[in-house]
Structures are given as structure tokens and as C-alpha cells.
């Protein structure tokens, strides 16, 4: 702490003097306080003013209550999600974020109330609720467990010794600690806990057992537990969801039951949040556009700020689709039942109105807070029928053409602002009763998706204009642009296979789908697809706005799916408060934690995708199980210094070939070009390259397959020696 007094009345203080006393602060002061602790008068004010600028702009400090109040850079929201890591010299539990970021030192967070029952202990991740006491120290209130331990695994148990399912985790663990009362099986599935340090001969101290490997559906349980994905709900959320019912129209609610909104789904879809319409608009000035009404549920009505329902749907952040069951964001009675449009039922709806031209511009649109009533529950499948004039959906054939008219023109405003176009095809596991697999199929791609999807899209972006012309809060749907080095990456693989890539600096997605159509029903077309998705930044949540790169747009926010997704809640809360639609809207508790809450969102997003990839990948190793020895097409998806991926055909399942097993020279690694190139004979590995394989080990727990190139295989290529790559 700087000796104050000796700066009165004589000069301004330093940068550090400041950064010190502001540390030591409780909470933000402001810039008038902060003058009086200097002693700082007459024209040394404007040299402070300087100092506070400077420091504001390096990233040291933070402003807020429109540049009134000062505080460090990074201070705590009020709650936030924290990891317990130790104990202080009294015994309390000492925790710190849980993510954190910045360059400014990590605060330290005492935990001095404990609400969890049992207790919070070391290695538990919670929400906490924060004060700061001053240099950077906070006391804290733990208020819920998030998860257990960081240190808990899941793994199999295998005459005394446990293996990870996590398949970066190869050693054996030996089992300590089972209860005399506890009897294990061979392929049994225990939680343990594991030491942090790594160690010759691991322990694992057992937790709890909580199944079978060889059991129904046990690429899902395994994939749940890992990924620490929260099954159950509060008995309270239950509660409070089981009493929901449908609103009556009112001043805040209109009265659209009348317009005949059709839902748009998958075959095997059982909630269903969004509604569309569309007819064509009689407007004199809008020859050949379309009038469009697209209905999402109004979910913030039912989940209101801060209460149990709340608090779950925030903790989940999202639902978690798996091949067997989906795990709700929401309890089932909101989510598949008053949340849900389902046909001729009255439901709550937030309604976007929109007015577009013949080429897919928006001209205007308009918010409801209504009361809607869809008329049918149709599939991709009959949309496309009758898109393809095969099958006409049987007293909607008008609505049905209207829906594709209005379609063909956002697709025109697609095309034109040159959304990115990368081709993955998306794994679809098919499971009896039983929960075997009965086939794997890559999922078709249709227009009637589309059409949903840009309606979708449409509706995004109308929420996140008026959101932003209002000047409210808003949680946008960001996507920065790739980075220079991925681009380096991506343009020296172009080049070992012939390819131009003019990107530059600041490329746009156009740019990437040039890339891409020149690649298209070429060997290399899998191989660049996946290149150009790996050189693209992750979508995230964020208060911020920066864009979002892949589809071309300026402002972006979730607002069509809040059955599934806590953003689109927010997102609507905002709406119903800046538009003035009545209750649920966004409160200014929230609008104080939106930066940790699109932290929070945007990590339970990544632990979904992770949980999904993770329990489709074991639920395609145990449908090949039984086919070891046999041979397979496989296309290579990329190299490493020590193998090659491979997605093997037609399952879109996921190999490995490990370098030791390429038999009959050494190969050496050339990054930039993305192969492996025998230094004696030339022959060439590289991405795209379509090989044909033997299955030698399969391991349906962890989801991981090994393979090896046959012997004689002509489907590589040779090539001219090349130095070793340095």
C-alpha cells in the first residue's frame, strides 16, 4: 500500500501507487474518491485522469457505471463457478475460478459459509457466491455443487486393476479401498479417484460402482459420467415445472392461434421449439418477397430468474443428445410438454414477424409475445417430399409452397453474403431396444433442413438488431475469424496437392468456399473439408459482439431454440425486457455475471459436443467388435509423427494406424504437406489418401480401433524423395 499522505498537495501518483491502492479496495471507487485518497488537486487532476486512461487502456484496470466507478481488471462477478483446491492455515476451504484468463494474478477465494450437503471438499468444482475483502482476495459462500472432483475417472475393472475409458489414459490403476460390503465383476464400471501426480505403480481409490460395461446403453452411461453431464433434477425445478401452465392472451400477449404455424422436425424429434409460416407479401413496393412468421416457445415465461428451474437450466447449459435417450436442459414436463409446440395445443410463443424481399433481404420485422397453435407435427422427410413435388403434405399444400418460395429466397441472400459451406457428413448410430447397434448411416443433408435452418438463422438475427438497437444487454452467438497460423497451415496443405490459396490476411468465407469447390469429388475432397473446419475459430458465447465469421453476419444471437439452449433463454429475457412483453424479462443481476455466464454456457456446450462424439465413437467400436481381422476402405483424415487417422467406410467411424506398424521402411514426417514419405521405397501417406485396412484391436470401452495397412495395398502413392522435414 503506497504512503498516501506523502503524495498530498505535491505530485500525481504512479501507475503502480494506484494498481496498489486499487487492490486493496473492497469494491469499485470512484475516480473523485480516488483523487481525495492521493490528495490530488488543481492540475494534477488532469495528469490522474491520464494515469486512470493509460491504465484503462492496457487492460489493467476496468470502468463501470459509464466510466464512473474504477476497479482491477478481471474483479469476480458476485457468483461465480470455482474450484476447491486446499486448505488455509484455519482450516477453511480454498478455491479459485474455475476459468480464468487473464494476465492479472488469480484472486484467491476463502470459502467461509458452506451450504452443500455433504460439505465441499478439495477437488469439488461449485458455484460460489464472492466479496472481495481487498488484494485481490475474495471470502466466499458455497452455494452448489457443479461437479464432483476433478480427480474422479471412470473405468473398468479388470481382476483387481482399473482401466480408464478415457483412451489418452493407458496405464493400469490399482484398486484400494473397496468396501468389504462391495463385490466387483470383471467389466464392471466404477468411478475412482486418482492421484494428481503421476506414479509408477497408480492406486485408485474407489468411489462408487455404476454399471456394466457389457451392459445396454453403456456408451452413454460412460460418456455421462466422464463428461460430468447432470442427470437428475432438484425436486424443487420439478415441482415448479409440474405445475406450469399454458398463459391466456392479454395485453402482453396476442392472439395468433389463427395462423397456421406447421413444425418442422426429425422423424425421431420429440420437443419442439420453434413453429414457421409464411405467405406472400401483397405489398405493392415488395413485388415477389414474403411475409414470414417464425414461433419459438416461450420458455422464459415458465423459467423465471433465479428460481430451481432457473438454476438447472443454467448448470446444464443445454441438452445432450445421445444415440439412445436425450438428457433434458429442461424437466420433461416443460420440455416435452407446455414448452413444446405440439400440434393443435395452445402454447406460449415469442413470435418474430418478418418482411423479406424476392432476394432474402430483410426489410422490417416485429416481436409478439403470443399465444400460437400449430396445426401439424411434419418431418424433414414428408417436407422434402413435397418439396421435390413427389408427395404433397395431404390440406397444407399452399402453406408447404410458401414455406419453400420464401426458402429459395433467403437461400438467394445466403449465396450472396457467401456463407461458409464445409461438408462434414454427421454419424447416425441406430440402436434396437436392447440398445445394439443395428446400422450406421451419415445423416442426408435436405433442403427442408435448410429451410428451417435459414428461417432459424433469420430469426437470429432480427432478435440480435433489435436487441442491439435497444441498447440491451445481449449474449451474442460469436465467431471470430481463423487465425493467421491455422491459415498458414491450411494454404502449405493446399500447396503439396497443387492447390492456390489466395487468403491473406483478412479472408472471408467466400474465400474458403473457392477452396472447397475445387476440391469437390476430388480423393482430397474429405481431406481439405476437414483442413479448412480445423483452421476455423470455435463459436462461443459472449456479451461482446465480433461477428460471426462462417455465416457472414454482423450480429448474431441464439434466440430459436430455448427448449435446449440457457443463451436463447437469456436472449428472449432481454427481448421481453427492452420490447416490454411483461414478466421474465432479463433482470440487472444477470446482466452483472453475463460475462461469466457465456463462459459458463459456452464450456457446457464443449462438454456436450465431447460427450455426444464420445459416446457415438463407443457405440461404432462395439458394432465392430466382433469384425476384427476384416478389411476395411479407410480414408485418411490426417497425419501425425506417429500415425495416421483414418475414418473408416461407409461407418464414418474413427481408426488409427500407429507408425510402428508401417512395415518395410522409415517413414519420415512432412508436416506442411500432411504425409509420411518412405525414405527408401517413396511410397507416400498422406490426407485424403484412401487405404485399405485390417482391423487388429477394438476397444468398445474407449471407443478407440487400431488398424494396419495390407501388405501390397496399391491404394497409396509414391513420390520423389524428399529431405527430412526439420
Given amino acids: 500500500m503506497p504512503d498516501i499522505k506523502k503524495k498530498r498537495d505535491t505530485q500525481p501518483p504512479t501507475m503502480d501507487d494506484i494498481v496498489a491502492y486499487l487492490n486493496a479496495q473492497s469494491k469499485p471507487v470512484s475516480k473523485k474518491e480516488l483523487a481525495k485518497a492521493f490528495g490530488v488537486k488543481g492540475d494534477n487532476r488532469v495528469a490522474l485522469k491520464g494515469l486512470i486512461k493509460d491504465l484503462r487502456k492496457n487492460g489493467i484496470i476496468q470502468t463501470e457505471r459509464g466510466g464512473r466507478r474504477i476497479e ?172 406450469a401452465t399454458v398463459p391466456q392472451p392479454d395485453d402482453h400477449r396476442k392472439d395468433l392461434r389463427t395462423i397456421p404455424f406447421v413444425t418442422i422436425d426429425g422423424a425421431d424429434a420429440r420437443d419442439f421449439d420453434d413453429a414457421v409460416w409464411a405467405e406472400p407479401d401483397t405489398s405493392a413496393d415488395n413485388k415477389g418477397g414474403w411475409h414470414i412468421m417464425i414461433g419459438i416457445a416461450d420458455v422464459a415465461w415458465y423459467v423465471r430468474p433465479e428460481t430451481a428451474l432457473d438454476m438447472d437450466a443454467r448448470l446444464r447449459g443445454n441438452s445432450v443428445y445421445f444415440p439412445d435417450r436425450v438428457i433434458p436442459m429442461l424437466p420433461e414436463a416443460l420440455s416435452n410438454g407446455v414448452c413444446s409446440l405440439k400440434p393443435n395445443e395452445p402454447r406460449a410463443a415469442l413470435v418474430c414477424e418478418v418482411w423479406i424481399d424476392a432476394n432474402g433481404h430483410k426489410k422490417r420485422h416485429l416481436f409478439h409475445r403470443a399465444l400460437i397453435q400449430s396445426v401439424r407435427r411434419l418431418t424433414y422427410d414428408e417436407v422434402q417430399s413435397a418439396m421435390d413435388k413427389k408427395m404433397p403434405v395431404q390440406g397444407l399444400e399452399d402453406e408447404i409452397q410458401n414455406l419453400t418460395g420464401a426458402y429459395i429466397s433467403l437461400k438467394k441472400n445466403r449465396d450472396k453474403r457467401g456463407v461458409l459451406e464445409i461438408d462434414i457428413p454427421e454419424r447416425q448410430v441406430i440402436l434396437n431396444k436392447k440398445g445394439q447397434v443395428t446400422g450406421i448411416h451419415l445423416r442426408e443433408q435436405m433442403p427442408s433442413m435448410q429451410l428451417i435452418e435459414e428461417m432459424m438463422i433469420l430469426a437470429n438475427v432480427a432478435a440480435a438488431e433489435t436487441l442491439e438497437e435497444k441498447g440491451t444487454p445481449t449474449m451474442y452467438r460469436v465467431h471470430d475469424k481463423p487465425s493467421s497460423e491455422k491459415i498458414a497451415t491450411l494454404t502449405d496443405f493446399l500447396k503439396s496437392i497443387g492447390q492456390q490459396a489466395h487468403l491473406g490476411d483478412n479472408p472471408i468465407p467466400a474465400d474458403f468456399n473457392q477452396i472447397l469447390s475445387r476440391s469437390d469429388g476430388t480423393k482430397r475432397d474429405r481431406a481439405v473439408n476437414e483442413l479448412v473446419l480445423r483452421a476455423q475459430a470455435q463459436a462461443v458465447y459472449s456479451p461482446e459482439n465480433i461477428g460471426h465469421f462462417g455465416l457472414a453476419l454482423s450480429r448474431y444471437a441464439h434466440f430459436t431454440s430455448p427448449i435446449r439452449r440457457y443463451a436463447d433463454i437469456m436472449v428472449h429475457r432481454a427481448l421481453i425486457q427492452s420490447l416490454k412483453l411483461g414478466d421474465g424479462a432479463l433482470t440487472d443481476e444477470e446482466v452483472k455475471t453475463f460475462e461469466e455466464t457465456a463462459r459458463h454456457i459456452s464450456y457446457t456446450e464443449r462438454q456436450a459436443a465431447a460427450a455426444e462424439q464420445g459416446a457415438t465413437d463407443r457405440y461404432i467400436a462395439s458394432y465392430l467388435a466382433n469384425k476384427i481381422g476384416e478389411a476395411f476402405d479407410g480414408r485418411i483424415s490426417s497425419v501425425t509423427p506417429f500415425g495416421l487417422f483414418l475414418s473408416i467406410e461407409p461407418y464414418g467411424a474413427d481408426g488409427f494406424v500407429p507408425m510402428h506398424t508401417l512395415s518395410g521402411d522409415f517413414y519420415e514426417y512432412d508436416e506442411p504437406a500432411q504425409r509420411l514419405i518412405g525414405r527408401a521405397t517413396g511410397i507416400t501417406y498422406t490426407s485424403g489418401d484412401l487405404i485399405r485396412v485390417v482391423l487388429k484391436e477394438c476397444v468398445p470401452e474407449t471407443g478407440s480401433m487400431v488398424f494396419s495397412v495390407i501388405s501390397g495395398s496399391k491404394t497409396y502413392s509414391k513420390t520423389k524423395k524428399t529431405r527430412k522435414n526439420k
Fill in 72 to 243: 482491477m481488471k478481471d474483479a469476480l462477478p458476485e457468483r461465480v463457478i470455482v474450484e476447491i483446491t486446499g486448505n488455509d492455515s484455519m482450516g477453511d476451504l480454498v478455491a479459485r475460478p474455475l476459468e480464468w484468463t487473464s494476465q492479472a494474478p488469480m484472486p484467491q477465494i476463502i470459502i467461509t459459509k458452506d451450504r452443500l450437503s455433504p460439505p465441499a471438499g478439495v477437488g469439488d468444482i461449485v458455484q460460489a457466491k464472492v466479496k472481495s475483502i481487498g488484494n485481490r482476495m475474495y471470502y466466499g459462500e458455497a452455494l452448489r455443487r457443479m461437479t464432483a472432483s476433478e480427480n474422479h475417472m471412470v473405468g473398468v475393472y479388470e481382476n483387481g486393476l482399473i482401466y480408464s475409458v478415457d483412451r489418452r489414459l493407458k496405464q493400469p490403476f490399482t484398486l484400494v479401498g473397496l468396501p468389504r460390503t462391495e463385490k466387483l465383476d470383471n467389466k464392471d464400471l466404477v468411478i475412482v479417484d486418482i492421484p494428481m501426480i503421476k506414479e509408477r505403480n497408480p492406486q485408485a481409490q474407489f468411489v462408487k460402482k455404476i454399471g456394466s460395461a457389457t451392459a445396454p446403453f453403456a456408451p452413454t452411461l460412460i460418456a455421462i459420467y466422464m463428461h460430468h453431464i447432470p442427470v437428475a433434477f432438484t425436486e424443487a425445478s420439478e415441482k415448479q415445472a409440474d405445475k
